[in-house]
T-cell receptor, first 113, second 116 residues
Framework: EAAVTQSPRNKVTVTGGNVTLSCRQT?????MYWYRQDTGHGLRLIHY???????QIGDVPDGYKATRTTQEDFFLLLELASPSQTSLYFC????????????FGEGSKLTVL | AQKVTQTQTSISVMEKTTVTMDCVYE???????LFWYKQTASGEIVFLIR??????ENATVGHYSLNFQKPKSSIGLIITATQIEDSAVYFC?????????????FGLGTTLQVQP
């Protein structure tokens, strides 16, 4: 069974704070993604990667950095968090050589006060 | 540019009936994949079913099936014999095969409520 694990599951920070969301997949998938989910906007792609050291820009990248350190680990960094980044964040992995479907993590709820 | 549109914000049906959720998409690519995902009340997002654009036969998995109408750029999700536990948010998504991007674009979702 595919497995994608996110941490922390819940995080509260203040405006200007520094936040790192972590994601680990044990699927041996090449592609990993970070999405944010907001009411009225659905799932929007922030950044994605096709392997260690690679980073691709998504559709809503402003205010976010990301780093893929290994095939398993993908991090989302908010260096100066703002209230507009309060959201539910999902990490996902995908083996595009096969079905191309996404396997999602459990989600990380971030609140920026 | 890719775009996925789900016009139904919410649907309410009685248990054991059949429901259809609509989805239309826009793409310049001749080959693409279409997906449906389900998000439960706990927030978990799971893959349900996929349609490959080059296949004429509609995909079916369990009590989920698709109504793929390529000329209309439409991919409807049909759930037969609905159950209470089918209550969730359903997302339609698309991925193009060609090009340099490998991203899934999602619709805004349709909330399904199944009443006893």
């Amino acid at each position: 069974e595919a497995a994608v694990t996110q941490s922390p599951r819940n995080k509260v920070t203040v405006t200007g704070g520094n936040v790192t969301l972590s994601c680990r997949q044990t699927n041996s998938h090449n592609y990993m993604y970070w999405y944010r989910q907001d009411t009225g906007h659905g799932l929007r792609l922030i950044h994605y990667s096709y392997g260690a050291g690679n980073l691709q820009i998504g559709d809503v990248p402003d205010g976010y950095k990301a780093t893929r350190t290994t095939q398993e680990d993908f991090f989302l960094l908010l260096e100066l968090a703002s209230p507009s980044q309060t959201s539910l964040y999902f990490c996902a992995s995908s083996d595009l050589a096969n079905t191309g479907q996404l396997y999602f993590g459990e989600g990380s709820k971030l609140t920026v006060l | 540019a890719q775009k996925v549109t789900q016009t139904q914000t919410s649907i309410s049906v009685m248990e054991k009936t059949t429901v259809t959720m609509d989805c239309v998409y826009e793409t310049q690519d001749s080959s693409y994949f279409l997906f449906w995902y389900k998000q439960t009340a706990s927030g978990e997002i799971v893959f349900l079913i996929r349609q490959d654009s080059y296949k004429k036969e509609n995909a079916t998995v369990g009590h989920y099936s698709l109504n793929f109408q390529k000329p209309k750029s439409s991919i409807g999700l049909i759930i037969t014999a609905t159950q209470i536990e089918d209550s969730a948010v359903y997302f339609c998504a698309m991925r193009e095969v060609a090009g340099n991007t490998r991203k899934l674009i999602f619709g805004l979702g349709t909330t399904l409520q199944v009443q006893p």
